[in-house]
């Protein structure tokens, strides 16, 4: 829970700072469209790697153990 609110903040700020800076033509459409893929990338791509390497244990499929 505390991870996810944590994620959603830094889009949240990521977001309204980037829209920010165009309205205010502080950068333009080309800067703003890179900034917002490099906040999202900056949530989904720790996401993936965290999976990768926590996933639940009751979430992988169960095998059998050969004696």
């Known amino acids: 829970m505390y991870t996810t609110l944590l994620m959603s903040t830094g889009l949240t700020f990521g977001s309204i700072s980037a829209l920010f800076g165009l309205t205010h033509g502080i950068i333009d459409q080309t800067q703003y469209s890179l900034l917002i893929a490099a906040v999202i990338g900056s949530a ?24």
Not at 44 to 67: Q, S
């Open 44 to 67: 989904v791509i720790p996401t993936i790697i965290a999976n990768a390497f926590y996933l639940p244990k009751y979430l992988l499929p169960k095998t059998k153990k050969e004696d």
